[in-house]
Each structure stands twice: as structure tokens, then as C-alpha cells.
């Protein structure tokens, strides 16, 4: 019964991968197949011309560019504004707690074309003009409920007797807040942070209505399907998961430098020694 199980979980292991990682396989060959339409099959012939397009196509880049920066904007706001309610909430109790709660999560229930009009309309009556600086809004508008759901379960693994120990002994709150409370949160802000920025980089519907004359890498995707999309699409892709895998394999080979270093001081003394 053991073998079988264990065949059964390998082979669910298998599908599972090749079921993710097959699209990327196939969707990055096409970034190098000499053939107008992005596909692996035929396969033409083998080329780089497509990242030379691509790094001549003004309009794929400066999309590329307002992309990162919406991103960049909406991590800062998100996570400050996801931490401050994370904290607000686990300060809270009773009907207050639940409300606030329902408030901070409803967004992300809401269909982003909902939130897309909505965030359009509100600022248009006070004559503020659709643009990125909307679109970032209208995102902050609800990825910030994903920075505050991080935040809330890394809040509940907190000893707040080491907060009320250090207000005894005579620091004030910021100081607790900076030295005490945000050290044991920096885990959950750091995720916060990266799912903020994935998540508004891969908006497309809030991003849609409020974005003005300005094109980011979705809309801009959008746009060259109806058109016609070239392989300099795949091109871009295979960029951008060279360098997301680099910054990963980054990370893992410094976490385990670090866990290295920490094992070969050995474990802290106790208190008997």
C-alpha cells in the first residue's frame, strides 16, 4: 500500500510540474523561433532577432517602465496602510474588530472592473484626471488587504508581554513599535511587499479605466493581441522570469549562507552555564 502510494504521489508530482512548467517551456521557445507568430511548432529556425525588437520597440519599453513604477508606488503604500490596519485590528475586539475586518476585505472580493469605474468616477468629481497616479490608487485600493492579511497572521505569533515589558521599563510607543514590534513583523512585510508588487504588475482591469493615455505591460499586451502580438512579447517574458528566477536563486543561496553561519556558531548557551 506504501509503494502505491508513493507511485501515486510521484506521478501527481510529475503532472503537477509539467502542468506549470510546460507553458513557460513552450512560451519561451517561442521567443527564440524565426516565425512572425509566436509558437514553438514549426519550429523555422533558431534566433535573437526578437529581443532586438524588443529593445527597439519604445512603446514595449516605456509600457515596461510605467509598469515597475505603478508597482513600486503601490508596494509603498500598500504595505504601510496593510501594516497600520493589520495592527489597528489586533488592537480591536468585539463588533469594531469584525468591521473593520469586513472593510479591509471586501476589496478584494469586488471585480476589478468594479473597482476600475468606481475609482474613475469617485476622483473624476473632484476633477482629478485618469492617469497612473489612479491606477495606483485603485490598486492600493485592494492589495493593500493582501499586506494586512500577512501582517494579522504574523500579529498573532506576537508576545505583547515583551511590548507592555518595555513600556514598563520607559520607552514610548514609537519606540516600541520600531525596535519591538516592526523587527518581528519584517518577515510578513517583506512577503507583503513582494505580492503587492506582483500583484499590481499583473493588473489589468483596475489598471484599464483609470490609466489615461499612459500604457503599462497589460494593457500594452492587450492592445498587440487585437492588433496582431509578435514574439517580442515571448521575448519579454523570458526576461522577466530570467530575472525573477535570479533574484530567487539569489535569495535561497544567502538564506542558506546565513543558516550556515548561525549552525556553525552553535546553539545559545542556556541559562545554566
Keep these: 500500500m506504501n509503494r ?14 509539467g502542468y506549470m512548467l510546460l507553458p513557460l517551456l513552450v512560451m519561451g521557445g517561442a521567443a527564440f523561433n524565426d516565425s512572425r507568430f509566436p509558437s514553438v511548432f514549426p519550429w523555422v529556425g533558431f534566433t535573437g532577432q526578437w529581443f532586438v525588437e524588443l529593445w527597439n520597440d519604445p512603446r514595449l519599453l516605456n509600457s515596461f517602465k510605467n509598469t515597475i513604477l505603478v508597482a513600486l508606488a503601490v508596494v509603498a503604500l500598500s504595505v504601510p496602510i496593510g501594516t497600520a490596519a493589520a495592527i489597528l485590528i489586533n488592537s480591536l475586539g468585539g463588533w469594531a474588530r469584525s468591521t473593520l475586518y469586513s472593510l479591509m476585505v471586501a476589496p478584494i472580493l469586488t471585480p476589478g472592473a468594479v473597482i476600475g469605474i468606481s475609482t474613475l468616477l469617485f476622483w473624476n468629481r473632484f476633477s482629478v484626471p485618469s492617469g497612473l497616479h489612479l491606477s495606483v490608487l485603485g490598486q492600493v485600493s485592494y492589495i493593500s488587504a493582501f499586506v494586512m492579511l500577512l501582517v494579522l497572521a504574523r500579529l498573532q505569533s506576537f508576545d505583547r508581554s515583551l511590548e507592555e515589558a518595555a513600556l514598563d521599563l520607559g520607552a514610548n510607543h514609537p519606540t516600541v513599535l520600531r525596535r519591538i514590534l ?89 541559562d545554566d552555564e
Aim: no cysteine; charged share 15%.
Design 4 to 17: 502505491k502510494s508513493d507511485w501515486l504521489f510521484r506521478a501527481y508530482l510529475v503532472i503537477f510540474l
Design 182 to 270: 516592526l523587527p518581528h513583523l519584517y518577515p510578513a512585510l517583506g512577503a507583503g511587499a513582494a505580492i503587492a508588487f506582483f500583484q499590481s504588475i499583473e493588473n489589468f482591469n483596475v489598471t484599464l479605466f483609470t490609466r489615461g493615455p499612459y500604457d503599462t505591460m497589460t494593457v500594452y499586451v492587450f492592445s498587440k493581441v487585437r492588433s496582431g502580438i509578435t514574439p517580442t512579447i515571448n521575448a519579454l517574458a523570458v526576461i522577466l522570469i530570467a530575472v525573477t528566477l535570479t533574484g530567487a536563486i539569489a535569495y535561497e543561496i544567502a538564506r542558506r549562507r546565513k543558516q550556515a553561519r548561525l549552525d556553525a556558531l552553535g546553539p545559545p548557551p542556556s
